[in-house]
């Protein structure tokens, strides 16, 4: 995970979505193994090597990490917008310490698999009526990298 602060990452302000996927990373976890410890240290020292590294870059770059439940991976990405703006398409909510995104993890027994009594109809964005809740937001650790 140290690994992505030397990589080469991609900055488009035009485009954050591709900024987004060509800077994924994804790290897949056996559940009986895993320990939050070290993984939520790994992130921090992350987002703190990043932050040195773009300190003197002009608008905002934001190091994130999530859960991604339906794959059942960690995934750490960048991007040049600010850690409200982050493109996902769900509802998310950015966090400042990893934990809430590694306990996530650490209750999931199954990655990659999603029961289906855990799926429901979503209607089509054009059929959503304005007034319709969204149930589910997801913790993001997100750190702004730049001033």
């Known amino acids: 995970m140290l690994s992505f602060v030397d990589e080469e990452l991609v900055l488009d302000r035009g485009n954050v979505n591709v900024e987004a996927r060509g800077n994924l990373m994804t790290f897949g976890f056996t559940p009986e193994s895993f320990d939050a ?7 921090v020292a992350v987002g703190e090597r990043l932050g040195a590294r773009f300190a003197d870059v002009a608008g905002p ?32 909510r950015p966090v400042d310490s990893p934990s809430p995104v590694l306990a996530l993890m650490a209750a999931d ?3 990659g698999v999603v ?3 855990d799926l429901r109809e979503v209607a089509a964005e054009e059929d959503a009526g304005p007034d319709e809740q969204v149930e589910h937001t997801f913790p993001v650790f997100a750190v702004k990298l730049t001033r």
């Open 37 to 43: 410890g070290p993984v939520e240290q790994a992130l």
């Open 61 to 92: 770059v934001t190091f994130y990490a999530w859960y991604d439940e339906q794959a059942g991976q960690l995934r750490c990405s960048a991007a040049s917008a600010e850690p409200n703006d982050l493109p996902f398409r769900g509802r998310f």
């Open 109 to 111: 027994a199954l990655p």
């Open 115 to 117: 029961p289906w009594t």
